[in-house]
Every structure is written in C-alpha cells, then in structure tokens.
C-alpha cells in the first residue's frame, strides 16, 4: 500500500475564485515507511489575478509572494510532471490512498492541476484520508479512551498543531508553505501510528 502525502497552498479559500500557487507530494510505502519520491512546485500566477483575485489573509498564511509565481511552471507542465510521478511509482487506486490534513480543500483544488479527466484516465486513487479522521478514530474512539457521550467538556481541537501537541511534536515551520506541510503531516503520520 503506497500513501501520497499531499499539500496545496492558493491565494484564498474558493476554487472557482482563487488560484493553486503551490503544490508538494511525497510518495511512501506504507509497509516500510520509506520515501519513494517528493515533489514540489510553484505554479504560474498573472499580475492581473494576483492583484484583483488572491485574499492577502491567506497570502500571510502561506507567505508567497509574486515573485514566487510570476515564472513559475504552467499548472498543465506540473500535472505533467505528476502524472510522470505517478505512473513511474504506479501510484493507482487499487494500491494508494491520497493522505492530506484538510482533503476537502485540497481535492477542491487539485483539478486546477490536474483535470479530473486525467485524474480518471490514470486511475488514481479517489479516497482522500484525512489526519484529523485518523486522529479522532485511534484517540478517541479507542477501547482504551471513547468519548463519553454528551460530555459537552470534552474539547476536541483536530488542527494539525493541535494534533501535533498532543502528540509531543513542534507546530509546523510559518509560513505555512506546501512542502513544510508534507513533511509536517508525515511526521504527525509516523507518530500516530508509532511507525
């Protein structure tokens, strides 16, 4: 079984609206834990959508400027190269799973990337796990430690620092940039599950 640890950072929360700027993979074997291969990119941003499309809020958050995106790669020349990725690590969904901290917003704008047509006709994987799920289920819903229920006390933070304090690790590296956020989700990821 292979995960692909993947993170996407835009200039704003909407896929129609805003713009993928930068996107980071790591390929593992989930048996061995061992790292098949890590990719990461800009991704080309016009000086007309910068200046009246991106949200400077999320700009702060992940910190990347136009002089990151002004000649960064075509999104269809990355999709090529993770199409490459894929194929070369038969990355397929019989055999992967994509593994992100917030799946919902990554998978919203992968096909800026990548077009779901291409996604399809390479067969990857269509389950999206999430770290926060994972958490939740192996702390919480354990034998060991359920939930009580109603116990309207019980505070449960499911953000990925949160769920690296608990789990004895530093936050991720600010500004938040795709490939800190990989490396941060792997080692969340490892701990979790002491592998």
């Not at 079984?1 to 790591?26: H, R």
């Not at 090529?80 to 704008?109: M, W, Y």
């Not at 430690?145 to 530093?170: E, M, V």
Request: charged share 20%.
């Amino acid at each position: 079984m292979k995960a692909v640890f993947l993170d996407i950072e835009t200039d704003g929360l909407c896929p129609d609206m805003n713009q993928v700027l930068e996107i980071a993979v790591s390929i593992y074997d989930l048996h061995t834990m061992l790292c098949l291969a890590e990719y990461s990119s800009f991704i080309l941003c016009s000086k007309r959508h910068w200046n009246f499309g991106s949200d400077p809020r999320a700009l702060a958050i992940n910190g990347i400027t136009f002089q990151d995106v002004k000649d960064a790669p075509q999104p269809d020349s990355v999709c090529g190269d993770l199409a490459e990725l894929f194929l070369t690590h038969d990355i397929h969904k019989r055999n992967s799973v994509f593994i992100c901290q917030n799946p919902s917003f990554d998978r919203g704008f992968f096909p800026q990337i990548m077009p779901v047509e291409t996604q399809h006709d390479l067969e990857l994987p269509y389950h999206w796990l999430d770290l926060a799920s994972m958490y939740f289920a192996s702390s919480f819903l354990s034998v060991d430690n359920p939930i009580k229920p109603h116990d309207d006390s019980t505070i449960i933070r499911l953000s990925k620092d949160s769920i690296a304090k608990h789990l004895g690790l530093p936050p991720e590296q600010k500004p938040h940039r795709a490939l800190n956020g990989v490396h941060h989700l792997i080692a969340c990821y490892r701990k979790l599950f002491n592998v």
